[in-house]
């Protein structure tokens, strides 16, 4: 069965879990901050949030939690496209 990828961070906001996406793939504060348009300040502000919400205490916590998140989306992202080929082989 294939559960949601946001249960895990549902207390996160869009922006919070864009921001999180994005750490999970590997992107540094300043590197984000370009991306998404915004400070450095801003970037580190969401990641403090981010790290409350979730209960983590450091930013090797945060990175680690997000490769682990982003790397079981794009599992989930794979299982359900072969369902569904599966599904149209029918």
Request: overall charge positive; proline content about 1%; charged content about 30%.
């Amino acid at each position: 069965e294939i559960e949601p990828v946001r249960s895990e961070v549902k207390a996160l906001s869009d922006r919070e879990l864009q921001v999180f996406s994005l750490i999970g793939r590997g992107f540094g504060a300043s590197r984000l901050a370009t991306e998404l348009h915004l400070s450095v300040k801003t970037i580190e502000t969401y990641q403090a949030h981010i790290k409350e919400k979730l209960g983590l205490h450091s930013a090797a916590e945060l990175s680690e939690k997000a490769t682990q998140w982003t790397l079981q989306s794009m599992r989930r992202t794979l299982q359900l496209k072969k369902l569904l080929k599966t599904a149209g082989e029918f």
